[in-house]
């Protein structure tokens, strides 16, 4: 059974860090792209950002990019969020997904349970 | 960015059928996607690729469309459908959502 577990979310202060963390189990984790998809409180999904099955490839949204980065570590079946220079919109639910297949474009095909962070002063 | 536009609410009762439509502002081949979520729980997903159903997911639930229009199609409703649903293309840089329709049963 594939599982994604989130950890790492929290209150932290307008311009600080936070890293998150997905622990993966129940599949080979080094065959599949990974991704971060975020829902603000009581609104909708957004992509946050992409990383292949190897880590040579990484994507963000424009919103993210040059703050946060996305990383693993396949000896550890580990994802990674790197969050900097926090912002209030930043603030939602961050889901750690999987990829569907091997190829792209690709879908989202398994998620966690989710991690709330929660920018604020 | 492409937009998703989804009708923002249904009401239907156990045992009817009922269409959940996903308007893309451009083409996105078939690269559409329905998840599932419902309260305080993770999105799942449904269907991928327009119309594959995604392992474990019953057969009450299918997907149809291409290019623009697209539609989640539940026959027949139970009660455990009570969600909100989201499309989700991939054909198109940055992936995007729509807002969600929320199914509500009678």
């Known amino acids: 059974e594939v599982q994604l577990v989130e950890s790492g979310g929290g209150l932290v202060q307008p311009g600080r860090s936070m890293k998150l963390s997905c622990a993966a189990s129940g599949f080979t984790f080094s065959n599949y792209g990974m991704a971060w998809v975020r829902q603000a409180p009581t609104k909708g999904l957004e992509w946050v950002a992409t990383i292949s099955y190897d880590g040579s490839s990484t994507y963000y949204r424009d919103s993210v990019k040059g703050r946060f980065t996305i990383s693993r570590d396949n000896a550890k079946s580990t994802l990674y969020l790197q969050m900097n220079s926090l912002r209030s919109e930043d603030t939602a639910t961050y889901y750690c997904?999987?990829?569907?297949?091997?190829?792209?474009?690709?879908?989202?095909?398994?998620w966690g349970q989710g991690t709330l962070v929660t920018v604020s002063s | 960015d492409t937009v998703l536009t989804q009708s923002p609410a249904l009401a239907v009762s156990p045992g009817e059928r009922v269409s959940i439509s996903c308007r893309a502002s451009?083409?996105?081949?078939?690269?559409m996607h329905w998840y599932q979520q419902k309260p305080g729980q993770q999105p799942k997903l449904l269907i991928y690729?327009?119309?594959n159903l995604a392992s474990g997911v019953p057969a009450r639930f299918s997907g149809s469309g291409s290019g623009t229009d697209f539609t989640l199609t539940i026959d027949p409703v139970e009660a455990d459908d009570t969600a909100t649903y989201f499309c989700?293309?991939?054909?198109?840089?940055?992936?995007?959502f729509g807002a969600g329709t929320k199914l509500e049963l009678k």
């Open positions: 989700q293309q991939s054909w198109n840089d940055p992936d995007t």
């Open positions: 997904t999987r990829d569907g297949t091997y190829y792209y474009p690709n879908w989202f095909a398994y």
């Open positions: 690729k327009a119309s």
């Open positions: 451009e083409g996105v081949n078939s690269y």
